[in-house]
């Protein structure tokens, strides 16, 4: 996944109106739903998500596997 297509990706995601909530795994096995739009930030291919009760997870354009159920190339 390009950088672009990373930033672009979420941007569309977390825009959505009414907003829908949507599920990222990653390659270490770890996974979480995002619950919220403003609870994730990103930009250059890099992000930071909170979840509920605080918890943080980082990941990069690299580390996904999934979006929704939709495997993501990282070519």
Excluded: C, Y
Excluded at 30 to 36: G, I, L, P, Q, T
Aim: net charge neutral; aromatic share 14%; glycine share 6%.
């Amino acid at each position: 996944m390009t950088v672009e297509n990373f930033d672009q990706v979420l941007e569309r995601l977390v825009s959505r109106k009414p907003f829908q909530f949507f599920t990222i795994e990653l390659h270490d096995g770890r996974s979480f739903e995002v619950d919220h739009p403003a609870a994730m930030a990103f930009r250059f291919g890099v992000a930071a998500f909170v979840a509920r009760g605080g918890r943080p997870f980082s990941f990069d354009r690299n580390s996904i596997r999934k979006i929704d159920g939709v495997p993501v190339s990282n070519d």
